[in-house]
Structures are given as structure tokens and as C-alpha cells.
């Protein structure tokens, strides 16, 4: 039976696995037919003309250049039609290469999911990959072939914009879902249909702008930078991502563009990563205000030589390789790897053997309307909702959240209420049909309620304007009411590329709004949209029940009501720590000790504080409440003495005390006490959201190796140490049972 099941498993298998064989060979004889002209066509990246995501550079008879085989691949063109008909041209090209179709595929295509760092307070690392998943079915319906996702940069500041397309602070947790969103995208591997090239970005360090400011130079030790900014993207490539994308930042005064260090010595070197890089828009150019290139030609010849491959809008390669090569400048053996490298993945996607496979205008019909993909939406919407507080109106009384459906008059007041694209977030597609197919949350909530006269809006004022003329009607509509529902946020356009904000508290005069509302003396659920931790301490005071709703995509009406009114309990947990104010940014919870750590609220002399501040966060990392409680047992280990080849097996009994069943997330911390190089006083290495019915006990266990201890020490020997540690396991970064081991060599 079994040798009958190996030769149809060969009889099917044999011809795929002989012609994947035959790529490198096949790339090899194509490369010996091409021209320098050509092979540099291929390392050619230009934007439609139609769509921009950068600064545009005009471009003149593309259509022509593709002719003469000049372009390689494009970004920004979308829809099966228009993408057939430039492959069409490209076809006419000397030796027929199929175009390669790139786009900011980021959290959905037709269907938008809650934007990254909103899924990732999800903490569900399935849910996370079947977003991916689905955008990638979408997407490739639609001639697409890449994306560029995940972005996989850890962001410790919410000044930053880009903070909403990344996964949050932590580098454990970051990889996990690199990993996820990178299976995701590409689904059974490259060639299989409905697979995206996925492009982990970006390579390296540019969430460590100074100041949280877009674009800024990074300064950092190498350390640093191995141990929290690189595994993400390592974990990206052990998952088999097809490309990474280099960053606009210099690192330590070398523009990672044109840094050997990251592409070759790290990337293409100890990773031994065999697909290829891009480079950011225009970031080969860039290295000349950078003042690290004398001319494009020479930022041609930097780029090239340390590794990036593929060259998006800065026309360096297109205008200078080729030059570059022929004077001996560039051995021409580095311009061959990198279009091998290119070419390689045209191979693989499958388009050098069928070129039309993407576009497909039937296929691409049956994923516009997609109903089973609308409702995974909905479903990760409601697990990224995070409840950040849940009190009692009146003192004694019960939590206000969830609330009833009859009985009460509800009145939702605030800009986001009756707002449609605000959820769709950044880096999201306008369709012409948005506004038809998204539900406000003010009609989600209507529609739940058993009486609709129970129901009272009022706009209040806009997202960012300085007009109060609304407020006398929001007060109006409030006073009749028993709950005002506030939801209050930034605009969509304000957290994403080149979004960096110094003033995180809500923009325009949302403040004055909530102060109005607070002295009307009635119980708020305030509800917070945007994509980044945003400061809120005042009228985060005056609340009962907080829910951060991120921007959750094209369900965000039906999932925000189903958590308001409990059909769905929130589970959601932060990525990032909230900060109390900007003052305290950048604020996460995996911080050093100091020598003078903080003690207490009162006693700031000579210690690591603000005079003016705690030194703890409005919320920290893992935070986020349910409508049922948890408790934490004492933790038991299977041994205090693990040794250098054992296991440490740690349990925890978790129970719902609570009259609700609810998702909980169980998170494992480590400290390693001392140690050659410091050591965080928190380091997450393990976490399991898992489902209690109400009363339910569950024995949630762990284990740690020593694989997990492993850091960089100062000389970047990648080692573990053997000493004490505190096993730390809780519901959030700030609230754990801890025990203490003591590891042996
Ligand atoms: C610049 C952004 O930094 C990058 O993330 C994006 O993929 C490209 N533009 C293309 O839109």
C-alpha cells in the first residue's frame, strides 16, 4: 500500500518538482541571451502613472520602454483588465519577460481588515494569517502578483505614523505575526494561484526614527539592533518571505539602502536569503540628499553594490547600471545575481509559463462581492477591539458595558458615529461602492435596538476642525438621553506614511466636545478611532467603559456594535504601550532597570523619573479588559533547577470568575536577573488566547528552553546565561504572578 501511495505521490509530484528544479537552469540560459540593457529592464521598477504612493518622477512612453523590455515590473496598477493589457506589451518585448505587478497590499484589498497594528492586538495568530490569506485571494484575482506587506518594523513611538502598519513594540510577538502574515500572503508557496509574493519591510531599523518623525536617521548599537529591530525580519525569511524591502533611514550614517552591512553581510550573508530586494520609492536616489551619494550614477553604484536588487522610481539603475558595468565599476556578475534574483521569482509566481494567470476578469468579478470574506472581517474587527476600562456609572453598581438593547435611550454623539471611510484606515482602496457597502456604527447600533426611537445622534464637530457650532445640538440630543456613546478620534489620513504627529491628544476641538458631554453628569462609553496609541487622560477620566476601536476595516459598523451590546466579549489586547502623555514617549514595557529605577509615585529624588509624571503608562503592553474577570493562580514549574538541556514545564491555573465566557490572553514573561549585558525587566516569550466558559478553571501551561534565553551580548556573541530568572505569567505586561528559577549550565 504504502509504495502504491509513493509512486502516484511521484507520478504526480515528478513533472512540478523536475520543472521547479529547471528554474535556476532556465534563468541561466535566459540571462546568456540578454543584453545589459535588458537585464538592468529587469531590475526597473516604475509607478502607474495612474495612481501614486511617493513623489512621482514623470516617465514618459512607458508603454514603450516595457516595448523594449526597459521595465521589469510595476507598482500601483491594478484590475485584471489593465493589467492583462501591459503584460500584453511586455509580451511584445525581444525576449516576451512578463511584467511583475506590486502594490501596498496592506490589510485587504477589496476587503478591508482592521488595519496591522489593530489586528495584532487581536493576538490571534490564525485570524491574522486568514486576513492575510484573503487579501492575497482577493489581490491576485486582480492581476496583482506582490505585496509589499508585511511591514514587520517594531515601532516603540506613536509619533511615528507608521506605527499602524507594523505589529506593535515587542520583537517576540512581532515575529510571530510576521510569520502568520507571511504564510498568509503567500498561501501554498509561490505558484500555487491566489499566492502574493509577500515583502517583509523595512529592512532595517526605521521604526526607530528619531523622534518618531517619518524618514529620520536611526543611531543605533548593533546590538540593539539584532536583538529588537531584526527578528521580526528574520522570522519573515525562515517563513520563506520571496523579498524584503530596504528602508529611507540611515543607519548609524549609512542610508540602509546602500548599507552591505543589512542587504549582504546580514540579509543575503548569515540568513542566506535567496529572494530578492527592493528598494523603498526613490531610496536609491535619496542616498544624495542623504549626502552619501555624489550623483544618481554614484547612488546607482552604492545600491547595487551593497545589494539591493530591484530599483522602485529613482531611475538609477535604469539610467547608470548598465554605464556602470561596462566601465568595471560594477562586476557584472553582481548585476547577473540580482536579476537572477528577480527572475527567479517570475519562475516561481509562474508567470514566465502563463503570464495571464493573475488576471483573470472572470475570477476577479467572483472576489469583488465575497460575502464569506466580508464576515472574517467582521470577526477580526471584533477581536481587535481592545476594553480599556469598564466601570460602574453609579458607585456600587454594575460594569456599564455591555450594554441592554431595550430599556435605555442611547445617544451617540461624536464625528465618527456616522463615518464610513474613516474605518477603511490608511493604506486602504477606495471603491467606488464604499459608501453603499459600509455600515455606520450609529446604524449597527440603531438596528440592535429594539426600539429605534431609543436612539439620538449628533455629529458634535469634525475629526480636526475648529468648529463648536455642533455643540450645542450634541448636548441638546444628549440631555435626552440615559448613555452617551462617544466616539471621538483622529482622521484615517493622520496615522500612516509620512503621518507623524508631536500632539497625540485628539485633534481639532474633540476634547471641548467630551468636556461638554462629561458635564451633562450621564454615564460615557467613549470609543476611540485611529491607528496609533493616541494620549487621552482627560476624557478617558470622565468615562465609565473606554473601547480602542483602531480603524477596523469594511465591518467595522457590526463589529463595534456587537462588542457595545456584548454579543461578542472583547479580547483584545495592546500591542503597544499607551503613553500617559507625549512626554513620556518612547515608552514600552520591555525597558532597562537603571541603576536608580523608580520607585513610587512620591519619592522622585535622585531616581529614573519625571518630576511631573509616573513613570508608568496610561495602558500597558498586553492590557485589555473583558466582560468577565480572570484570576491567576501561583505558578508551578516542574523543576527550580532547569539544566543547560532541559525543559521547564510552567503551569498556571486561570479562571473565569465571572458570569460571561470570554477569549483571555495568557501571557509569559521572562527576566533574566543578571546577566554580562542588561537585561529588560520584562522580555515576552509565549502567549495562549484561549476560551473559558464562565466558572471554568484551565491549567494553562508552558515551556522554556534555553533557546529562549538566548541574547546579544556587547561583543554580539548571540549566548545565554546560566542564574537566576523570574518566570512572570499574567493578563498584561503590568499585572503577573512571577516565581523564580534558577537555570544551570
Ligand atoms: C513607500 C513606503 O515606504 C513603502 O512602504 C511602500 O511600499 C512604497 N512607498 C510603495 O508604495
Not at 480636526?464 to 441638546?476: H, I, K, L, Q
Not at 461638554?516 to 462609553?525: D, E, H, S, T, Y
Not at 509616573?614 to 501561583?634: C, E, M, R
Request: charged content about 20%.
Amino acid at each position: 500500500m504504502k509504495i502504491f501511495h509513493c509512486v502516484i505521490f511521484l507520478i504526480l509530484c515528478l513533472p512540478a518538482m523536475a520543472q521547479k528544479k529547471s528554474y535556476p537552469a532556465r534563468v541561466d540560459s535566459l540571462l546568456a541571451l540578454m543584453t545589459p540593457e535588458e537585464k538592468v529592464g529587469q531590475l526597473h521598477q516604475i509607478s502607474s502613472p495612474f495612481a501614486a504612493t511617493g513623489p512621482i518622477t514623470p516617465t514618459g512612453n512607458f508603454q514603450q520602454q516595457i516595448r523594449e523590455g526597459k521595465i521589469g515590473s510595476m507598482l500601483n496598477v491594478t484590475g485584471a483588465s489593465r493589467t492583462r493589457q501591459l503584460q500584453e506589451i511586455a509580451l511584445q518585448s525581444r525576449l516576451k519577460i512578463p511584467l511583475l505587478f506590486g502594490q501596498d497590499v496592506i490589510h485587504g484589498y477589496r476587503t478591508t481588515f482592521p488595519v496591522p497594528l489593530g489586528e495584532a492586538a487581536s493576538w490571534n495568530l490564525q485570524t491574522i494569517e486568514q486576513a492575510a490569506r484573503i487579501a492575497a485571494v482577493e489581490a491576485s484575482a486582480s492581476g496583482i502578483h506582490w505585496t509589499f506587506a508585511p511591514m514587520v518594523d517594531i515601532g516603540r513611538d506613536p509619533r511615528w505614523g507608521r506605527v499602524m502598519e507594523g505589529a506593535g513594540e515587542d520583537p517576540w510577538l512581532g515575529s510571530k505575526i510576521a510569520e502568520a502574515r507571511v504564510r498568509g500572503f503567500q498561501g501554498k508557496g509561490l505558484g500555487s494561484i491566489a499566492s502574493l509574493m509577500a515583502c517583509a519591510k523595512h529592512f532595517a531599523a526605521y521604526g526607530a526614527a528619531l523622534g518618531g518623525r517619518d524618514y529620520n536617521s536611526v543611531d543605533m548599537s548593533e546590538r540593539q539592533l539584532r536583538e529588537l529591530y531584526l527578528p521580526p525580519f528574520k522570522a519573515a525569511v525562515d517563513a520563506g518571505v520571496a523579498t524584503l524591502m530596504n528602508s529611507f533611514n540611515d543607519l548609524n550614517g549609512i542610508p540602509a539602502t546602500g548599507s552591505a552591512l543589512l542587504q549582504r553581510k546580514i540579509l543575503k550573508g548569515e540568513w542566506d536569503f535567496k529572494g530578492f530586494v527592493v528598494s523603498d520609492w526613490g531610496s536609491i536616489r535619496e542616498m544624495q540628499p542623504h549626502g552619501f551619494a555624489a550623483s544618481l550614477e554614484d547612488a546607482a553604484r552604492i545600491a547595487i553594490l551593497a545589494g539591493s536588487d530591484l530599483d522602485m522610481e529613482s531611475r538609477a539603475y535604469t539610467q547608470h547600471l548598465a554605464s556602470l558595468v561596462q566601465q568595471g565599476k560594477v562586476p557584472i556578475s553582481l548585476l547577473d545575481d540580482a536579476v537572477r534574483r528577480v527572475l527567479i521569482k517570475k519562475y516561481e509566481t509562474g508567470i514566465m509559463d502563463d503570464p495571464f494567470r493573475y488576471c483573470d476578469i472572470a475570477t476577479e468579478k467572483q472576489q469583488f462581492n465575497n460575502e464569506v470574506n466580508l464576515d472574517a472581517a467582521q470577526s477580526i474587527a471584533s477581536e481587535s477591539i481592545v476594553l480599556l476600562k469598564n466601570n460602574s456609572s453609579v458607585s456600587g453598581g454594575s460594569a456599564l458595558l455591555p450594554l441592554a438593547t431595550s430599556g435605555q435611550k442611547i445617544a451617540m454623539i461624536g464625528p465618527l458615529v456616522m463615518a464610513k471611510k474613516e474605518h477603511l484606515g490608511f493604506w486602504s482602496f477606495d471603491w467606488p461602492d464604499d459608501s453603499a457597502r459600509i455600515k455606520t456604527v450609529g446604524d449597527a447600533v440603531k438596528q440592535r435596538l429594539s426600539e429605534a426611537s431609543d436612539f439620538f445622534y449628533a455629529r458634535g464637530c469634525g475629526l480636526n476642525d475648529t468648529d463648536t457650532s455642533g455643540f450645542a445640538e450634541a448636548v441638546r440630543v444628549a440631555s435626552q438621553a440615559d448613555i452617551i456613546v462617544l466616539y471621538l478620534g483622529e482622521e484615517r489620513a493622520m496615522s500612516g506614511e509620512a503621518k507623524s504627529r508631536s500632539n497625540l491628544h485628539l485633534p481639532g476641538v474633540q476634547e471641548v466636545l467630551a468636556e461638554r458631554m462629561a458635564a451633562l453628569g450621564k454615564p460615557i462609553v467613549l470609543m476611540l478611532g485611529a491607528g496609533r496609541p493616541l494620549v487621552f487622560e482627560k476624557p478617558a477620566k470622565k468615562a465609565s467603559a473606554i473601547l480602542y476601536t483602531w480603524w477596523l476595516g469594511t465591518r467595522a459598523g457590526d463589529a463595534i456594535a456587537d462588542v457595545l451590546f456584548g454579543k461578542i466579549n472583547p479580547s483584545g489586547k495592546l500591542p503597544m504601550t499607551f503613553p500617559r502623555t507625549e512626554g513620556q514617549i518612547p515608552i514600552f514595557y520591555n525597558y532597562l532597570n537603571t541603576g536608580r529605577p523608580f520607585k513610587n509615585e512620591t519619592d522622585h529624588n535622585y531616581v529614573s523619573a519625571y518630576i511631573d509624571l509616573p513613570n508608568s503608562p496610561a495602558y500597558p503592553f498586553g492590557f485589555g479588559l473583558s466582560y468577565t474577570q480572570f484570576k491567576y493562580g501561583a505558578i508551578a514549574v516542574n523543576t527550580e533547577r532547569p539544566t543547560e538541556t532541559g525543559t521547564l514545564q510552567i503551569a498556571i491555573p486561570v479562571t473565569n470568575t465571572g458570569k460571561k465566557a470570554g477569549y483571555e490572553v495568557v501571557q509569559l514573561y521572562i527576566r533574566d536577573k543578571v546577566a554580562s549585558t542588561v537585561r529588560p525587566v520584562k522580555e515576552l516569550k509565549g502567549f495562549k488566547k484561549l476560551w473559558f466558559e464562565p466558572g471554568q478553571t484551565k491549567e494553562v501551561t508552558f515551556q522554556l528552553t534555553t533557546k529562549d534565553l538566548y541574547f546579544y551580548a556587547n561583543d554580539l556573541a548571540y549566548i545565554w546565561e546560566p542564574g537566576e530568572f523570574v518566570i512572570m505569567v499574567g493578563t498584561d505586561s503590568d499585572n503577573v504572578s512571577s516565581k523564580k528559577i534558577t537555570w544551570l549550565k
